[in-house]
């Protein structure tokens, strides 16, 4: 109870202008977070050859989920706690947030998957494993939600709250450690040790002769852990935002928490060379289908020109041999007009 009052005076002791500006920095990045995150997922999608990947499928519904959460906090944060809406935004919220973290469990132990058990499947489609995926992850985090607002309705329990000078809608802090911040958290902790083994096993194969899985899935990794390690942070610096250094962690998890779709963007498209290769290959196809039809229209009308000076050029010689020299002047004065 202490930590929760000390929290709250932390948030409220904010001034104005502080919460002005924070309120500002988190409208536009949260606006740069969803832009980056539609342009990668625009990026992605009409390519089959990436699209077809498990694991692209699997970092597609998290970015999916993260715009999803993104655009719920943007609304949540222009609602008040006395309207009626607002206890569904926060369950809307919340589910997405714990959606985005469940779908980078499932990218980190198909790498553990793939490449601690040795199960060399890159590339291929496991259509089986994506819908299991998509059931858990898509239903499995509504399970926390709807225990916090069922649970709150029977006992008289708060689910939603007020923060003075923050939020006018948020959700009450009991069950945002206990629904929210721990399963997070615990995901987090299970997903970097899911991560640092599969490190640990590329780091030895990585002195054999077979390197070539290491390079292939390399960069997949750096994004997996990257992506761990900005959820993480931006997490536990909510625990940090009071005290006499408040303000400080207020705006270092405003910023780590709304730019995640910005990192997302900078780990999943200009740091992905096998997605700039993959996309050469498409224009370059693409361009030939473009250019193939007018290739046929030039070549029929060039057959069509010769066919017509072919016939033009018989009719010419059998009239040259059936007519008289003053026939002969008259129609080769014809050809020269023409």
Not at 43 to 68: N, Q
Not at 118 to 132: C, D, E, R, V
Not at 273 to 288: A, D, G, I, M
């Amino acid at each position: 109870k202490q930590w929760y009052q000390r929290r709250v005076r932390g948030l409220s002791e904010v001034s104005a202008e502080h919460r002005q500006a924070q309120s500002m920095i988190t409208t536009w990045l949260f606006i740069l977070s969803i832009v980056t995150c539609l342009i990668t997922l625009a990026v992605y999608l009409p390519v089959r050859s990436l699209r077809s990947k498990m694991i692209i499928k699997v970092e597609m519904m998290e970015v999916t989920a993260l715009i999803l959460a993104n655009l719920t906090f943007l609304v949540l944060a222009r609602v008040q706690h006395q309207t009626r809406i607002c206890a569904g935004l926060v369950f809307t919220l919340q589910y997405f947030y714990l959606a985005t973290i469940a779908w980078s469990f499932v990218a980190a132990w198909t790498f553990y998957r793939q490449i601690v058990n040795a199960i060399h499947t890159y590339g291929k489609t496991y259509q089986h494993s994506f819908l299991l995926s998509c059931l858990t992850c898509w239903t499995l985090p509504v399970a926390f939600p709807a225990f916090a607002y069922i649970y709150s309705q029977k006992h008289g329990i708060a689910y939603v709250e007020g923060i003075e000078g923050t939020f006018g809608c948020w959700m009450a802090e009991t069950w945002k450690t206990y629904t929210f911040i721990l399963p997070i958290l615990i995901t987090v902790s299970i997903n970097t040790v899911l991560g640092l083994r599969v490190i640990y096993v590329m780091l030895r194969a990585s002195s054999n002769k077979k390197v070539d899985s290491w390079e292939l899935h390399k960069r997949h990794i750096k994004s997996v852990i990257s992506l761990l390690t900005l959820f993480g942070t931006s997490f536990l610096l909510s625990l940090f935002t009071y005290g006499p250094h408040a303000i400080v962690f207020q705006y270092l998890f405003i910023c780590f928490t709304c730019s995640q779709g910005f990192f997302v963007f900078i780990l999943f498209v200009p740091l992905r060379p096998e997605l700039h290769n993959e996309w050469k290959t498409y224009l370059s196809r693409f361009s030939t289908r473009v250019s193939s039809p007018k290739t046929s229209r030039t070549d029929s009308t060039g057959i069509f020109t010769t066919r017509k000076l072919s016939r033009m050029n018989s009719v010419f010689t059998s009239r040259k041999e059936n007519s008289s020299p003053e026939d002969m002047r008259s129609l080769n004065n014809g050809a020269i007009r023409e």
